[in-house]
């Protein structure tokens, strides 16, 4: 570090490079469909490796422009691994500590990446999902309220907001206004949420598919089956025409397909919306419309590399 930089720049030139991903071709999975182009944010090009860069780094800023993440706060939120990822990077640039409630059974990457940020960890039931680790949140928040910056990104408008400030014109201005549908799996919610509404928009028309796991049992990371989970705050029922349910096991199977047949190696929730989006673009066809959908990839392969399924044939 040379003597002019500071943590605030440090900070200021990580946050720069938050958002403005590609718009990636699936050209591969649509050549037999006439009339349908279907795309997808390759959102692993952030810093921190996912989409929730964009989430983390929007409360955290709301955060610190309010006074709730003063110095001296530690910062603390539930997490299935990537927005926790996205904090344990900003509280390692910005120098604030960070500590995650984690179900214990998520990938070894994760757990690597995270230990290499310095944060701090209390691992949950795994067999709780998501679910047990906000409860853990909630918990260590109420114990000690003068140490906590509680984030809560379930509840958080500023989740949301992220994508309504970044992801949704993104789209926009890289589609030239052609989009008809988006696609995205559901969370916390907020990637969906705020990029509906920022659509909306600019094309009241446009279709929006939310995408979920089919079972409460199922092994799509950070995904919510939300009949049967703790429903986030920010969730918007309404927004949705429809939503597609996707097994465990056809996400799995395109994850390998795009890694053996495109060459693209994505993660499991990001497989999981290109089964969805598939299926959208697959109704469009037959129904003889022409479409141009768009879903959001979150991470790539490399935090999954572990998972026994890809030496399954």
Known sequence: MTPVESAEQIGSSLLERIGNTPLIRLDGLVRDLDGVNLLAKAEWVNPGGSVKDRAAASMVLDAQKSGRLAPGKTLLDATSG???IAYAMLGAALGFPVLLAMPSNVSPE???????????IEWTDPDLGSD???RR???????????FCYMDQYSNDA?????????GPE?????EGTITHFVAGLGTSGTFTGTVRRLRELNPSLKAVSMQPDSPFHGLEGLKHMATALVPAIYDRQLADWTEEVETESAYAMAKRLGREEGLLIGISAAAAVVASLRVARAEAAAGRRATIVTVLPDSADKYLSERFWEEE
Do not use: S
Not at 110 to 120: F, M, S, T
Not at 171 to 175: E, F, G, L, P, Y
């Open 82 to 84: 990537n927005t926790g």
């Open 110 to 120: 994760r757990k690597h990446i995270l230990r290499a940020y310095g944060a701090g």
């Open 132 to 134: 047990g680790a906000i």
């Open 137 to 147: 949140a909630q918990a260590l928040a109420a114990e000690d309220p003068d140490r």
């Open 159 to 167: 989740n949301w907001r992220a994508h309504y400030r970044t992801t």
């Open 171 to 175: 789209i926009w201005r890289q589609t």
